[in-house]
Structures are given as C-alpha cells and as structure tokens.
C-alpha cells in the first residue's frame, strides 16, 4: 500500500476534542450544530481532560526501530525506560533497538525479557532517569463501549517519533485469538474498534484517563489486505503485569498448562476429559470427568473460558481451581506446568522452530497481526554487536533473554532480605525453640554442618554439607530441615555465594494461605477467593543447589514470606511459611501435598555464638520483636 | 417508500417524546444511560448464527437480531441459512436450532424462528406509521450525523455466552442502496444508512445498529461493493426496511396500506412471470424452463418448457442465479423480453410490462 494512502488513517489528538464537541450536542442529529458559545463548561473540561490523556499518553509512546527488519511501537511503564512491546516487534530487531520518542530524541534500548507465547518483550530504554510513562490501569474493569485510544507507530509514519492516536471503543472483552503454532497466543485480549494497523503492534492501548490498559498486537484482516477494518486486539494489561516481574528478571518465560484438558458436556458443563497424572491438578485430586467450576478465581463456563484464564498465567504460577464431582464443590491449589520445554523457547526464539509461519496462522478467525514486521521468520539471530551505551547491559545464557538483569533483579532482593533481617556475620549454629499447636515443645538447630530438629514424635537430622536430597526430613514435612538450611544460608551469605540462585519473577501470595482443601471452602462465595488479582504480588528467589530446588517468596520488605522446596523435580514440595515479626518470624506453618505438618509458634531464635560457641541467651533474636 | 423531507423534524420529536414516555415500561433504551449499558442492553436482543459455509471464503456464521418474544430473528438471506441445521446461540449462551419461517429476497431478509421464550427482542413496528413505533426502535428514519453503535459476530470472534462485538460510529449519508457482489446487483435499491465505521466484516451482516439511545435503527447488510466505485460498503437497512420485510415474510405485508413493495423498485421472482426455472443446483445452473404457468404473461408471449434462457432485454444472462439477478433490476413497469434457445434456434419472447407483485409467498 501507498505510503500516500495510508497516511490518512492517523488521528490527530485535536480531532479527538472535535470528536466529543460532536458528541455534546446531544442531540440525534447534527442538523442541531451547536454554537461554540453554548458549549458546556463541564463538556470543555471533558475535552481539555481528553486532550492531555492523549499528550501524555503520547509521551510514553515509544517508536521502536529494528533497522531494516522494520519496526513497530512501545510504551514506557517506568521511570527508569522500561517499555512493553511485543515479541514480534523485537524479534527482528535481536537484542539492541533504536527507540524514538515524542520529545524528538532517538534513544538506545536493550531487550530484557520475552514472553513469546503471550507475543509480549520487555525492553529497556537507556540515558534516563525520568522517562515519561504511562500508569498500568487494572483491565478487568474494562468494559465493552468504554472510550480507549491507541498511541503508536502505523506504517512507521512517526519520522519525528511523535505517535499517532487512533480513537475508539472497546468492542469486546475476554477475547480468545488463536496461536500461530504454540506462540503468539492472544487470550484474554481486549477487541477494540480504533484503528490498529500494521506498526501499532506493541504500543500502548490507553483508557480515557491515559493509563495502559493493553498492549496493541493484533488484527482481523479480510478482503482489504493488512490494513484496519476496525477489528483490532490487545494484550491485556493485567496479563501484562502477571508476567512483569519474569519479564524484569530476564527470562525467557513460558506460560502455563494445566496438565489436563476439558470439553464441553452434552449437558453443557466444562469437565475433564483427559489429566496427566504426572501434573499437579492430579496429585491434588482432580480427575477425569470432574466439572471445572473456576479458575484463578474466575468462573469456567465454556472451554474458551479455561484456555482464556489459562492463557493469561506464567508457567509456575499456583491458583485456585475450584471444581465438582457427585455435587461436592471442592477447592485446590493448583501448581501450572510451562507450555514449552525451555529448550523449545529458546529454538522458537532463535527462529529455529518458527516454520510455524505466523503469517498464515492455522486457526479462523483472525490473522496474528504482525504489524510492523515485514522481516519474517527463518531470519538468523542477528550478531550482538551492542552500541556504547548498552555496554554491560547484555549477558547471554541458556533460559534467559538477557541474565544481566537476572541479575539486577536478584541484588535488588537480597539488599531488601539484607536490609529486613540484620543479622550478624558468623556461621554460629542457629536454634529455633517455641511451641506445637498442642503446647508441646520443639527445637531446631542449623548449622553449616547439619540440622538437627527434635519433635514431641522424635528427632531428625541431615546433613547440611552433602546433597540436601537424600532423604527429606522430618518425615511427611517433605524436607523442612533442608527448607530451613537453605534459608539460613541464603539470609547470612546472600543469593551470590548460595547454590545457583536466579530472581524467578513475582506469583501471588495471600497474606493468609487461601483454603486449599475446604469442600465448602469457596462456595458461598461466587469465586474462588484470593485470586491472583486480588492477591499481592511478591517476589520469588529460586536456588538450586544439587538436585534440590526451592523458592523463596520474598515481600516488598524484603521478608522471606516462604519457601517452597522441591527433593525432586515433579513432587510435591514442602511448603513454609514464615508469620513476619519484626526480626524474624514468629510462625510458621509447614505443608506437605494436601498435609499440614505442623503449625510452629517460634518464641526465640538464637543465632549468634556465645563465648563457649553454645548459643546464648543473651545474643538471641526474640522472635517476637520484643526486648529479652 | 417513505421520503420525508421536511418531517423530519416533527417525527423526530414524536419518536424522542415517546421513547421517553415508554421506556420504563419496556426497560429499553434508558435515557441517559452510559454508551455501556446502552451496548450492554443491545446486545442481549442480537444472536449469533452459525449455518452453512466455510468453504471458499464463504463464513459459515452471521448474526440476526431477536424481534418477537417468541423467538422470531431477522437476518440477511446468504448461504449461511443454505442448511439444514441453523444453530442460534443467544447472548447467555443458549443455543438453538433455528428455523427459517421465510424470506424476502428483494430485501435480502430471512426470518428464523427459534423454540425459546421470554427473549429479550425489538419489538418491530406493525405499520410504517411511527406513531406505533415501540420506543426500543427509532421510530421513522434517523438523519446523517447521528451517532451509533454496530454491533455483530464479527469475524465469529464471539463464541457461546461471549459478547458480540460492539463498533461506534456515524450515519454517513442516508442514500439509496446501488451494490453488487461480483458481477451481480443487489436487488434492494432503497435507502440504507452510509456507515463511517467497518461494519463489511465476515459475519457482521445481519447485526444490529443502535442509536445512543439504545433502539434499533437498522440492520447491518451484507458485504456488498458500490457498484459506481467498487468500494466496499458499510451500510445498514432501516428498521423500517426491517420491518416491512419481516411483516411481509409473516404474511401481513403486501396488504397493508403503507407497506407494499416500492412502486420504484422491482419484484424479485421469474414466477410472477408466470416461468418455472429448473431447480438451481448447481453453481451456474444453465436457466432451463421447467415449465410455463398457464395464463402468464409468460405463456402469452409464447415461452415453453425447456426453452433455454440467453438473454434478458439483451443482456445476456449465463445462470439462474443471473436471470433473478438481471431481473431484479428492473423496475415495474419496465419492459421484459426473454431471448431463448429453442431447438438449436434463437426465438425473442415479449412478456410485457414488468407487473407488481407482492413477497415471495
């Protein structure tokens, strides 16, 4: 298409306030012009207030320029330059980018993490502190004819950098768009009717307040050829901010699978028609023919349903799942397996593996827009070769986009752990006493060498210096001992010097476990509680030291909320978790499968040596905060 | 048809005056409610319908809007109801088998029945006076400029109890309808509604368009190109289009003052010709005369069974599907000669003016 033609199809932000002029005449007609004069107050407030949502919208666009292999758009969500875009917007351009914004400038930019399935990148934009950006609004309020416009770079008309604004309504929400292969899977997405045409993809879809609800990407394309017939998509942004925090981290993140598939019944219930027993949906008692009633808190109606609620959840990620069988309601939590192996990840982003095609997707109806990406597929992973000021900025390593900033992310955390739990330099033995539920008296004392833990049932020990897989103990905890030798090590020595440890992301965490084994638990209320929007988002630490792996979910204060140790892959993991006092823990509880272990009240923890190398009281922590 | 320059104005005013005095009672069309609700409530009246189709770019899915209580959805006539099974599946999820009652073909309107009740649904006006008009449709033409919402299964992007999808837009231009798809004219030349927003999407046609105030104004057509520039083209029929169609296929509507067919625009049938075609079968079925209807117009002027159709009014006419096509550009009154082959040989018939009739019985 003529470059002439397609010119046309920008709408300047003026417009946009004659757009609403037209609508304030209230009348049916514009036969009825109405004078300048008789213009409301409150209609020109409301005009003023759409023109700035649309300038500072217009300031957290991003032109993104992936040299010959074309470009596309962004928005900055931050400060500090980091933008969302999408994965096929980047993928041509490997790991360095040219970014132009509004004020002008051109601006040096360096991928940080991809979500190929969600067709989502994370790029950082560099030479700033104060990058202009747009706030992330809460999507599920979203409601089908409110106003949105979209900013971005059609066509890559935006020379000068400044974007262009195509005004609408959302026209659908909670839209399913077929994957081209197993990637490029839009669910959940936001229809809009502003006109999203090639090179809008990746840029910002704002609310009339000019806040983020979504991330452009795709179209239905017909009869006209790849230009707008007013069917446009976006990414939406609470899907955005559930793979944030992986996409901060570097990674090359997956999404999620629940290990089972559904169909419809003849009665019209959504019920299991096939579950691997090697998921953790099966261990938790889910089984064939069983009715899905929700998931993650929303409701599962149709089979759509379930492929949207999934098709919004990182690989890794724990919800709730409620579901029926003989009318008994039950609730569990469920752990979601990835989609792809890693090794599938890395060759699909290579463009090993994309002889998927995305132009020519399987799935009616729809095509996966690549707007803005006439490089296609089978392109060779150009050379890194990083301008000046990205130096340092990229490092290369298997599952990751970009482990630079892994590492980022992982220092951020332990100086927040650092900063939370001071705690003196030395390898003393640490002893946690206090009571059972039932009164009776426990003790547990970590060393660098061994971990001892003495129970009203008995007394067990590992072995801190060998694999920590051997035999978990205490028995039925799942490996509490090795849980805990873990943690104390990564609180004195820090996530550098323990094991292989890498900043996993964020999952949702409920300040109060949500019931995980209740029949009842959930069913009075419609959803299942704590969904992973309402819950609170918190950063995970994941160590890996032999074959055992755990992860420590870390809160903004940088307390260590729990950990989740696995002896062995594809088992359940012992679960801890810590009640934050104002040192460390008061609490904790231990869970194993669908078990509770036991509930821990900690009254002290000693963990400074006294002069005979014996802990002491007078260099005890108390638990509680309080003075000895 | 109902031109009315210079009423618009007093019409307009009746229609707003009732819409007020009876939304309540219909619980349509609130005054005041927000672009939202007002989608909000349109779409529960618009089903999604999946039929024949899916082969060669032609979708196998449209949409049809809820006009009686008892289930009755208008819709475009297309292949997609060219079946057996014609599944309705409502806002809420519920799915249908649907029935098709009847069309009208210069129109290009079917009406389907559904078995449910209690559906929410527009209730069309019985007469063209827009005096009845129910206050959940626009009462009477609206005027260009006006603000509207299309809403339709656009792209089949809807499935079950998910949304049809909502498009904002303006009346363009209220002008009379000159489309063809391919090489064929679109047999309605009456006013349609210009649409600045793109309602020509596979499965659009048959949506609904609202004005603000959440009553129907018309119903979206089929993906048509203009026949002067070949563009592609977003219109919608009006509702009172809709309305004399759906009465007309019910049986009440050539008969009733106001609602015949357009003295301006043309019958649709060869039958009323009094000529029987061999059943159409085929893709381009060869316009082979069954046989003739004793005391036609087309018996008078000489035509027989199997005379093969060349021509109308020397433009030659190579299928079934064309006759009806070149015919229903004619108007009433206008003359028909049929050139046929007869034996190897080419014999002109002279049937006369084009006569009026009523629907498709």
Redesign the interface.
């Given at each position: 298409m003529s470059r002439r033609s397609s010119g046309r199809l920008a709408l300047p932000a003026r417009l946009a306030g004659f757009f609403l002029a037209?609508?304030s005449c209230g009348g049916?007609?514009?036969?009825n012009a109405c004078d300048a004069a008789e213009i409301s107050p409150a209609v020109r407030a409301a005009e003023r207030a759409r023109i700035e949502a649309m300038a500072g919208a217009s300031k957290a666009a991003v032109a993104i320029f992936a040299g010959e292999a074309g470009g596309g758009s962004g928005v900055l969500v931050s400060a500090d330059g980091y933008a969302l875009t999408n994965f096929h917007v980047v993928q041509p351009a490997g790991v360095a980018m040219k970014c132009g914004l509004s004020d002008g400038r051109l601006y040096d930019a360096v991928l940080v993490g991809l979500d190929p399935t969600g067709d989502v990148a994370l790029i950082k934009l560099v030479g700033r502190d104060d990058f202009p950006f747009a706030e992330i609004a809460d999507s599920d309020l979203v409601?089908?004819?409110?106003?949105c416009f979209a900013a971005g770079n059609p066509f890559l008309l935006a020379t000068d950098f400044r974007p262009s604004i195509s005004a609408?309504?959302?026209?659908?929400t909670?839209?399913y768009?077929f994957p081209a292969g197993t990637i490029l899977e839009y669910a959940d997405c936001l229809?809009v009717?502003a006109a999203i045409n090639p090179g809008n993809s990746g840029g910002g879809l704002f609310d009339a307040e000019g806040r983020v609800i979504g991330v452009n990407g795709r179209a239905?394309f017909?009869?006209?050829g790849r230009v707008?017939?007013?069917?446009g998509y976006a990414i939406s942004s609470n899907q955005l901010r559930q793979f944030l925090g992986c996409l901060k981290g570097g990674r090359l993140v997956d999404h999620a699978t629940l290990g089972a598939t559904v169909a419809t019944a003849d009665d019209g219930r959504v019920v299991v028609s096939d579950i691997l027993e090697s998921s953790d949906a099966y261990r938790r008692g889910l089984r064939y023919d069983d009715e899905v009633v929700a998931l993650a808190g929303r409701p599962v109606?149709?089979v759509?349903a379930l492929k949207n609620i999934l098709g919004t959840l990182p690989a890794g990620w724990r919800v709730p799942l409620v579901y029926r069988r003989s009318g008994r309601r039950r609730e569990i939590l469920v752990r979601l397996a990835g989609l792809h192996t890693s090794g599938e990840l890395a060759k699909i982003v290579s463009g090993g593996a994309e002889a998927e095609n995305p132009e020519a997707p399987p799935g009616?109806?729809?095509d996966p827009g690549k707007p803005g990406d006439p490089g296609q597929g089978g392109a060779t992973k150009p050379e890194v070769v990083l301008p000046a000021a990205l130096s340092g900025l990229y490092e290369p390593r298997n599952g990751f986009t970009n482990f630079h900033f892994n590492v980022v992310e992982r220092d951020r955390v332990a100086r927040g752990m650092a900063a939370r739990h001071p705690l003196p330099a030395g390898k003393a033995p640490w002893v946690i006493s206090g009571r059972l539920e039932k009164g009776q008296p426990f003790r547990i004392e970590i060393s660098n060498r061994q971990a001892t833990i003495d129970l009203p049932t008995g007394t067990s020990s590992i072995d801190a210096t060998a694999d920590l897989d051997a035999t978990p103990a205490p028995p039925g905890s799942g490996g509490l001992l090795a849980a805990l030798v873990l943690w104390r090590r990564l609180l004195l020595d820090g996530p550098a010097a323990t094991g292989r440890t890498t900043y996993w992301g964020t999952v949702p965490h409920w300040s109060t476990e949500p019931p995980s084994g209740g029949p009842d638990a959930a069913a009075d209320s419609g959803a299942a509680p704590g969904t992973p929007g309402g819950a609170m988002l918190v950063d995970v630490l994941d160590t890996a030291a032999a074959a055992v792996e755990g992860r420590f979910l870390v809160a903004d204060d940088g307390f260590v909320l729990g950990i989740d140790l696995w002896p062995t892959p594809d088992a359940d993991p012992c679960e801890v978790r810590f009640t934050p006092g104002d040192g460390l823990p008061t609490a904790m509880e231990v869970r194993h499968g669908d078990e509770v272990f036991g509930r821990f009240t900690i009254e002290r923890i000693d963990i400074e040596a006294t002069a005979d190398g014996e802990p002491g009281a007078e260099a005890g922590v108390p638990a509680d905060g309080g003075t000895t | 048809m109902n031109r009315f320059p210079g009423r618009d104005g007093p019409r307009l005013r009746r229609a707003i005056v009732l819409a007020g005095l009876l939304t309540t009672l219909v619980g349509a069309a609130v005054p005041g409610a927000t672009p939202e609700e007002t989608i909000a409530g349109a779409a529960r009246r618009v089903v999604k319908l999946y039929g024949a189709g899916g082969v060669r770019g032609l979708e196998a899915y449209q949409t049809g809007i809820l006009v009686s209580p008892d289930g009755h959805i208008v819709t475009v006539l297309s292949t997609v109801l060219d079946s057996e099974a014609i599944d309705c599946v409502l806002d809420d999820g519920r799915r249908y088998p649907a029935t098709l009652l009847g069309a009208d073909p210069r129109r290009e309107l079917a009406v389907l029945s559904i078995a449910g009740e209690d559906l929410p649904f527009y209730p069309l006006p019985a007469t063209d006076e827009p005096a009845t008009a129910e206050p959940a449709v626009a009462g009477g033409r609206i005027a260009a400029g006006t603000r509207v919402f299309a809403l339709s299964n656009l792209f089949g992007v809807a499935v079950g109890d998910e949304r049809v999808s909502a498009q904002h837009g303006v009346v363009s231009a209220v002008v009379p309808l000159e489309a063809r798809r391919g090489a064929h004219e679109a047999p309605y030349r009456g006013d349609v509604y210009i649409l600045d927003c793109t309602t020509s999407n596979p499965g659009s046609a048959g949506g609904a368009l609202v004005d603000w105030r959440g009553r129907l104004v018309g119903m979206l057509g089929k993906e048509l190109r203009a026949t002067a520039t070949g563009v592609w083209l977003n219109y919608a029929l009006p509702t009172e289009e809709v309305a004399r169609g759906y009465r007309g296929v019910l049986g009440a509507g050539p008969d009733q003052p106001g609602t015949g067919p357009d003295p301006d625009s043309a019958p649709y049938d060869v039958a009323l010709l009094g000529i029987v075609l061999v059943p159409d079968l085929l893709d381009k079925t060869p316009p082979f005369v069954e046989s003739i209807r004793g005391g036609s117009s087309a018996a008078r002027a000489g035509l027989r069974a199997d005379d093969l159709l060349v021509a109308l009014n020397g433009r030659s006419v190579a299928s079934r599907a064309a006759v009806q096509q070149r015919l229903a550009t004619l108007a009433v009154g206008d003359p028909v000669q049929v050139t046929v082959i007869r034996n190897g040989s080419i014999v002109e018939c002279d049937l006369g003016p084009k006569p009026e009739a009523g629907l498709k019985p």
């Open positions: 037209a609508l049916l007609s514009l036969d409601e089908v004819g409110d106003f609408g309504i959302v026209s659908g909670r839209r768009q229809q009717d239905s017909e009869k006209r707008n017939v007013g069917v109606r149709t759509n009616r109806p729809g | -």
